[in-house]
């Protein structure tokens, strides 16, 4: 790496589009960010439960991105940029005509509608055929919602593919499709990372509805001139396979070693390590990876820091309007592990690893006179470390492969706090990515392999060569054993309260509640 001399070096632009914006940043192979642009995604909730985009404005938000972290470049540094990756949300999808024409507006990943499918075709031989567990998130299920109530859509597509195939196509002009992030439809023989006819059969699609599949890194074209020339650029540039935007946290991590994982506390908690052979198992679910031919094994809890803005904008102080509060996060310090016998279920938003449950409930067990606001934050917290730990542990004992070292990223990552928490309830050194733009980064990654400026085109290789870090946290053992026996206790609460969970939600089903509201959701 010291050979290569950023200041002249290749650039690559790298796009994220993900729920609620699409970035785009332009990147050095040191890892730097020289520039950023950004644009805002409009979320469309056309019924409860429903999340939906225009799928015209993945491409349109893209295009304004990519155009402004152009725009604030230096003239001279516009001809290093040799091309172009991407990351996207995951499981989104939307049917289009042969010239792109949206069909209808593209179904989110968080989305819910598609409840009866999953019951109707969730299946244990599906999971292991897609390496999916039956879940809200997977396309397959809202796919087969289309089929069954807008069949008229699904005969008039020509293409029914993922945000990444549609922005290649806006870019290149050919319906082409990275592994890594075609796989998250949910329509793949995940061992043979290819389609699967009895997987597109229960969404009501056929192959030639489907973009072509390329490997990550490999090129599937190049950017149109009227596009470039929008850009201000004129050399050409080849457009990458990227992956989904999970994988690509991973990578801009450098957690590309079966031993090294990945953790993403944001709004929802997220962790992954790399598996060379396909495994499926309960815990986690299967990916594609960013790197060829390797699989990605995940751990996915819908709620995490999401939980945390949930009580401050409820409980706290309404002038922080949910945000950060130091005074909070003393009275948590202040608390010992476990507030002498609080424990939570963290199944706001249900629960995905490892139950992988849409209808449980939430739930702390344990009050005491003696506990308060500092309490309760302090156990929510708890309760996400501890549900990770648990999950971790259990991935290692299916994989065999003894973790060593997890790298995390995410705004949980800036409260010192939580970030000590999770550190003691997992036992191993949590070591923070500097990059925020961590997803967008690991798809400049994989473009920047491409250059070969790295001696190889290994897409692990520029991982290692690019991925930056700030400081690591180590474990408290005293405080790790603690959390291994609340954690125990914890994990036997799922089971304890399962049969009310059950009557609860017929209750609401029967009873809903005619407070909530959009705030409130």
Known sequence: MN???????????????????????????????????????????????????????????TNAAIAEAISRLKMEDRGRIEAIGMTHQRETFAPFTEDGTPLRNGILWLDIRAADQIKKYGTPEIHKLSGKPADVTPAIYKM??????????????????????????????????????????GLFDIEKLDYDESLMEIAGVDRGQMADLYQPGEVLGYVKKEVRDAWNISKEIP??????????????????????????????????????????????????????????????????????TWFRRVFGNPALQGGP????????????PGSGGLVTLPYWNAVQSPYWEPIARG??????????????????????????????????????????????????????LWRQIMTDAIGLPITACKEDEISALGAGVVAMASTGVFGDTEIATAAKNMAQFTDSTEP???????????????????????????QLHEFARRYPDAEVSNEDD
Not at 37 to 50: C, D, N, S, W
Not at 160 to 183: E, F, M, N, P, R
Not at 327 to 336: G, I, K, M, Q
Request: with cysteine.
């Open 239 to 308: 457009v990458i396979a990227g992956l989904g935007d999970g994988q690509a946290a991973g990578i801009g991590a450098a957690a590309v070693d079966p031993e090294v994982a990945y953790l993403n506390m944001g709004t929802a908690v997220n962790a992954g390590v790399t598996s060379l052979d396909y495994q499926y198992g309960q815990v986690f679910r299967t990916l594609a990876g960013g790197v060829p031919n390797t699989y990605v094994l995940e751990i996915l809890q819908s709620s995490g820091a999401f939980l945390t």
């Open 476 to 502: 408290n053992e005293e405080n790790h054993k603690i959390y291994q026996e609340l954690g125990a206790i914890q994990g036997r609460l799922y089971s304890d309260l399962k049969e009310t969970n059950d």
């Open 144 to 185: 087969a919602w289309v089929k069954e109530h807008e069949p008229e859509i699904w005969s008039k597509a020509d293409k029914i593919v993922d945000v990444h195939a549609y922005l290649v196509y806006c870019l290149t002009g050919k319906w082409s499709d990275s592994v890594a992030a075609a796989d998250s439809l």
């Open 363 to 416: 739930g702390i067990v344990g009050w005491r006179g003696t506990h308060g606001p500092g309490s309760m934050y302090r156990s929510l917290l708890e309760a996400i470390s501890m549900e990770m730990a648990r999950s971790l542990r259990g991935m290692e004992e299916a994989t065999g492969v003894k973790l060593q070292t997890v790298r995390a990223m995410g705004g949980g990552v800036r409260s010192k």
């Open 3 to 61: 050979k290569i001399n950023a200041a002249d070096g290749p650039l690559v632009i790298a796009v994220d589009s993900s729920t609620t914006s699409s970035k785009a940043i332009i990147v050095d192979a040191l890892g730097n960010v020289l520039a950023l642009g950004k644009r805002e995604i409009p979320l469309r909730t056309p019924q409860q439960g429903f999340g939906e985009h225009n799928p015209a404005h993945w491409w349109t938000s």
């Open 325 to 336: 509060d130091p005074e909070l996060e003393a009275l948590a310090a202040a608390r010992t």
